[in-house]
């Protein structure tokens, strides 16, 4: 089992929230990159305990986290976190 420790989460959801100063994000392909990671633990059979949320063990449980919890980056950052070749 991996955990996702609620510092953790601070730190994607601060990657998330950073803005220049004219509005747009500046972090999210990083955190495109970090969500990735765990999406390939999660494909690899891990069970990913989210701390606050509960455990994802299939892609499915995942993308719904993630897109519920990272919602604009579907639309706003070309890299997405279920293609690995963008």
Known sequence: MHVI?????SELDAMYNERSPTGQPTSWRNLVEELRE??????????????????LRTWQEFYN????RYHM???GCDP????DNS
């Open 38 to 55: 765990i999406r390939r633990t999660v494909e690899a059979g891990t069970v990913v305990q989210v701390e606050g949320f509960g455990a």
């Open 5 to 9: 420790s609620a510092e953790t989460l």
């Open 73 to 75: 980056l579907e639309d």
């Open 65 to 68: 986290w993630a897109h519920g």
């Open 80 to 83: 997405w976190i279920g293609d």
